[in-house]
């Protein structure tokens, strides 16, 4: 089993900043693509940002310029900063990891979410 836990969530002004955190743990062989994506009240859930292992990095429009996703590989965490925040980027922000357990299962896992409010 593998878990997910995010952390850095909150509440900010619109132009603020937050870092977004996210943990993988269990029986993890390796991780491939890793990332967020969010998902505002009565919106569908959309990519935010992704990074693979090699640390190539794909971003949503909405949030290029302003946000920079980066991973610890050896810690099996990855993170999200985020600056310049408007209202419309407050959401449910999820973590998601694309991992290759130990049994040599390839299965995406998602964390809980972790709650992002910005006001304007």
């Known amino acids: 089993q593998v878990q997910l836990v995010e952390s850095g969530g909150g509440l900010v002004q619109a132009g603020g900043s937050l870092r977004l955190s996210c943990a993988a743990s269990?029986?993890?062989?390796?991780?491939?693509?890793m990332g967020w994506y969010r998902q505002a009240p009565g919106k569908q859930r959309e990519l935010v940002a992704t990074i693979t292992s090699g640390g190539m990095t794909n971003y949503a429009d909405s949030v290029k310029g302003r946000f920079a996703i980066s991973r610890d590989n050896a810690k099996n965490m990855v993170h999200l900063q985020m600056n310049s925040l408007k209202p419309e980027d407050t959401a449910v922000y999820y973590c998601y990891a694309d991992v290759t357990t130990v049994a040599r299962s390839r299965v995406i896992y998602w964390g809980r979410g972790t709650q992002v409010t910005v006001s304007s």
């Open positions: 269990g029986s993890i062989a390796s991780i491939n693509p």
